[in-house]
């Protein structure tokens, strides 16, 4: 295996990475950015109206993306598994 195989399959890994951890995380982002306007306006300072909505939708949106999530690391895992059966090569 090359140096330049090698680089593709971390940038490839890298790169299934963010598509696998993307809805989740722009959730919670969402959420989160939503819920301190919300705080900002109503002048409401209470920890628990941040953590739970985001807990809770942060759930939801995994229960909603896993079939993307699974079949993006399913599709990585066959790559990966191909170029071990191939012998490495590309």
């Known amino acids: 295996?090359?140096?330049?195989?090698l680089i593709d399959i971390a940038r490839e890994s890298i790169l299934v990475m963010i598509k696998v951890a993307?809805?989740?995380l722009l959730t919670g982002l969402a959420v989160g950015l939503i819920i301190s306007i919300f705080q900002a306006l109503t002048?409401?300072?209470e920890m628990t109206l941040t953590?739970?909505?985001?807990?809770?939708l942060v759930f939801a949106s995994m229960i909603i993306f896993l079939p993307f999530m699974l079949n993006t690391?399913?599709?990585?895992?066959?790559m990966i598994m191909d170029r071990i059966i191939a012998g490495g090569g590309g």
């Open 43 to 45: 002048q409401i300072q």
């Open 73 to 78: 690391l399913i599709d990585y895992w066959k």
């Open 51 to 56: 953590f739970v909505p985001k807990v809770l």
């Open 1 to 5: 295996m090359t140096e330049a195989e």
């Open 22 to 24: 993307a809805p989740t």
